[in-house]
């Protein structure tokens, strides 16, 4: 059967569904892109929490494998693989341009043992464990989206980081929890997950909105002091 034989045997919401999931994975090939951009014209990752981004990483790694090892379509994870790529790319810009206080080389050795050891016991886990992944991720995204909040709460602003791209991961949990029902049906550990990262990136957007004016004028100042 072609594809696009198999396409015309889908009902109208099959195909909705299968079109947002392939559009969404799209989308999220720029999910971090904004951020990058940021970065690296300000060479600063002010207003960004080590502690949010490292658990960001398990939260889409623990996501994206918990589908593949289930045996999901790609459709049904794949942005959560592609985000997980990128998020280990902001942890190597976070690396070289955190000032206060500078990742220490110990900090990195040790980061990059507990991702190794991390990825060793995720294949490792037996088939009928694997619901632990999500169970995990719960916790992990509360912590990884609570951190960068009281992060944004203590400064009173959002530093270098991007709106954009926290809208693009809302908005990607939103169309998410109806792929998941769609494709892969009402799996709780995995609706739950997405629910709670709604909420959170909702707080994160808000906090952006808020601290508008300040961190226009954070930028200034940083702008300044790099023309010292």
């Excluded at 790609?74 to 690396?95: C, H, K, P, R, S």
């Excluded at 944004?152 to 693009?168: D, E, F, N, P, R």
């Excluded at 997405?194 to 959170?200: A, D, K, V």
């Amino acid at each position: 059967m072609s594809f696009l034989d198999e396409i015309s045997t889908l009902d109208p919401t099959e195909l909705l569904m299968k079109l947002l999931g392939m559009l969404i994975i799209l989308g999220s090939m720029l999910n971090k892109a904004p951020l990058f951009i940021n970065i690296l014209k300000t060479k600063s990752v002010a207003g960004m929490s080590s502690s949010a981004v490292y658990s960001e990483c398990i939260m889409y790694a623990n996501a994206a494998f918990y589908s593949y090892l289930q045996g999901n379509p790609f459709a049904a994870y794949g942005e959560t693989l592609l985000i997980t790529i990128q998020t280990v790319g902001v942890i190597l810009l976070m690396w070289q341009y955190k000032v206060e206080p500078k990742v220490s080389a110990k900090e990195r050795i040790i980061v990059t043992a507990l991702f190794a050891v991390y990825f060793s016991v995720v294949f490792s886990i037996p088939a009928e464990k694997l619901y632990l992944l999500l169970s995990i991720n719960m916790p992990v995204t509360i912590f990884s989206r609570g951190m960068q909040i009281m992060t944004y709460l203590k400064a009173k602003h959002t530093g270098t980081q991007s709106i954009i791209t926290v809208i693009m991961n809302f908005t990607g949990s939103a169309i998410r929890v109806m792929t998941t029902i769609n494709l892969v049906g009402f799996d709780i550990p995995m609706l739950a997950g997405y629910g709670i990262s709604l909420l959170l990136n909702s707080i994160m957007i808000s906090q952006f909105i808020i601290y508008k004016e300040n961190t226009k004028k954070y930028m200034k100042e940083l702008e300044a002091k790099k023309k010292e």
